[in-house]
């Protein structure tokens, strides 16, 4: 591979949506940020320069970062921020993986404005194992907020009760010809007749699974999370925050005189507030020569979405994903495990803090958790801590536990005690473990599905069901041979999922739900993964240019 130089200027820009101007946050001034491209084998070196007041981190989502966990970038997880001023350089190789990936802040809110895609090509003479794609597209799903996303987190955690909702999705950052005010902020892919395109669709979105279509096409997917998968044909995408799918799109081999619309409007079960607008971008094909033009404009074709809430589809279309195996993409699935991990993942409240007056339910205040400890955000980083082993200094505790304290009804009445106990509690591994954990979904507020990422690792989707997890009967159908690799799971609302994975990349890894609302609330927790024997097992040691807190 070859080494590849970025450079990140973080700044302030005005940018116009909704008929509504705002300075923002973006790299470089672009909203959303640049494309990062790169070959699977490079090494990219991006120089990020921090000129606005907050501060910032850089996270390269999905990137394994195998040694390199001091580039991964979730504040005080793996590193302080980048403060006003200040510089970091994120150093690391991409090793076995390719497709399509994306960086976002891992700062508070940032990432609603700063976010772009990570596009991994085969190495050189290498091709992808399905027919070469007359062009790419990039097509990044994102959130519009009309006011400071940051201010509106903010205020919610001051006051304990959930923050405004988006005002509008977007397509490559734009809403589309469905708003109010946004008719020329709509995404435009022109197409010929006759041709087949790979599309990269990211959802980059702050809160939101999306679903996604293109009228009167069928979309074949070939790839998720930067992992291929085997081929299937579908119509409609559902693609979690924080996932990826590439898929192909052949265009009619005739002219078809019209236009398509591409959709994208949420998949939620949520109780609470929820933004239920959808997106519109255009695909249009280029006229050709020989075509007489009729008078009138060509038709616009709209296609029809899922419900909001439609979980079936949602379940099904998850369990359509298989890995893509064979001898040049081999699987390693563990058939066997060491440790073992039931997380409920879920919603909960915890008391309203004192001469504080709290607008969650029952005057409590919002919380989310992992077997119902509360994230708490230590102040300095963790994997520091832990690499300089400062355990006196109290920025986290071992012990986070394997099994929920008190097992109850996952699915069916909640417990009458909804409070969380709030820590910063980490699980230590030792390298190179077969670990298995099964995430419950927790009816608490009622069912939810949560899309939980997890850091510096892709795992294997071994099983999936509706209710709670049954540990002598569900093991017995989970799919060990084929089973598709994610960063980026669907908790299914009302039930389970079930991944694993080899502990193979020492460092210290963050896994939480990739709806920034339920990371403030506190749904995540981190894995310590010690170092192994050999150097190449061994977490490389900081860059000397590290941020300090
Ligand atoms: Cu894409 Cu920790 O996140």
Same mark, same amino acid.
């Given at each position: 591979g070859i080494t590849r130089h970025y450079k990140f200027n973080i700044v302030s820009t005005n940018v116009t949506r909704l008929c509504t101007t705002k300075s923002m946050v973006t790299v470089n001034g672009q909203f959303p940020g640049p494309r990062i491209v790169a070959r699977e084998g490079d090494q990219l070196l991006v120089k990020v320069v921090n000129h606005v007041s907050s501060n910032v981190t850089i996270h390269w989502h999905g990137i394994r970062q195998l040694q390199t966990g001091?580039?991964?970038?979730p504040s005080y997880v793996t590193q302080c921020p980048i403060q006003t001023n200040n510089t970091y350089v994120y150093n690391f190789t991409i090793r076995g993986q390719r497709g399509t990936l994306l960086w976002h802040a891992?700062?508070?809110? !940032?990432?609603a404005t700063v976010y772009g895609p990570i596009i991994i090509l085969p190495p050189r003479n290498s091709s992808y194992p399905f027919p070469k794609p007359y062009k790419e597209f990039t097509i990044l799903l994102g959130e519009w907020y009309n006011t400071d996303p940051e201010a509106i987190i903010n205020q919610a955690l001051q006051t304990g009760g959930a923050p405004n909702v988006s005002d509008a999705y977007t397509i490559n950052g734009l809403p589309g010809p !469905?708003? /109010?005010?946004?008719?020329?902020d709509t995404y435009k892919l022109t197409v010929k007749q006759g041709k087949t395109y790979l599309l990269r669709v990211i959802?980059?979105?702050?809160?939101s699974d999306l679903f996604f279509t293109v009228a009167n096409h069928n979309l074949t997917v070939v790839e998720a999370d930067a992992r291929y998968v085997q081929p299937f044909e579908t119509d409609i995408l559902l693609i979690s925050a924080g996932q990826t799918t590439n898929v192909l799109l052949k265009t009619k *081999?005739?002219?078809?005189?019209a236009t398509f619309f591409i959709l994208a409007r949420p998949y939620s079960t949520s109780q609470g507030p929820i933004d239920n607008s959808t997106v519109a971008a255009i695909l249009e094909y280029e006229i050709p020569s020989n075509f007489s033009k009729a008078s009138s404009k060509p038709p616009i074709i709209t296609p029809s979405l899922p419900q909001i809430n439609d979980t079936n589809t949602a379940m099904s279309f998850a369990t359509k994903f298989h890995r893509l195996v064979n001898?040049?993409? *081999?699987a390693n699935v563990?058939?066997?495990?060491?440790q073992q991990f039931f997380f409920t993942v879920g919603l909960g409240t915890s008391p309203c803090p004192q001469n504080q007056t709290c607008q969650?339910? /029952?005057g409590t205040k919002f919380a989310a958790s992992v077997n119902n400890i509360s994230f708490v955000q230590p102040g300095r980083a963790i994997l520091e801590s832990y690499y300089f082993n400062q355990?006196?200094?109290?920025?986290y505790t071992t012990?986070?536990?394997?099994? *929920?304290?008190t097992p109850f009804n996952y699915t069916g009445t909640p417990p009458n005690n909804t409070f969380v106990t709030n820590g910063t509690r980490v699980v230590v591994l030792p390298f190179n473990a077969s670990v298995e954990v099964v995430l419950q979904d927790t009816s608490i507020f009622g069912t939810e599905s949560h899309p939980l990422h997890l850091h510096g690792y892709d795992f294997y989707v071994v099983g999936q069901g509706f209710g709670n997890f049954d540990?002598?009967?569900?093991?017995? /159908?989970?799919? !060990?041979?084929?089973p598709v690799e994610l960063n980026t799971v669907g908790v299914p609302a009302g039930g389970w999922v079930a991944i694993r994975f080899f502990a193979d990349n020492p460092g210290a890894w963050f896994m939480h739900c990739h709806f920034d609302v339920h990371l403030s609330w506190g749904l995540s927790m981190v894995w310590i993964v010690l170092d192994g024997e !050999?150097?190449?097992?061994k977490l490389l040691p900081p860059p000397s240019d590290l941020p300090k807190c």
């Open positions: 001091w580039a991964d970038g891992h700062f508070s809110w !940032l990432r !469905l708003y /109010n005010c946004s008719a020329n959802n980059g979105a702050v809160d *081999p005739i002219y078809p005189n001898s040049q993409f *081999p563990p058939q066997k495990v060491d969650g339910p /029952n355990s006196n200094y109290g920025v012990g986070f536990p394997r099994f *929920p304290l540990p002598y009967n569900d093991p017995k /159908n989970f799919n !060990l041979v084929d !050999l150097p190449n097992q």
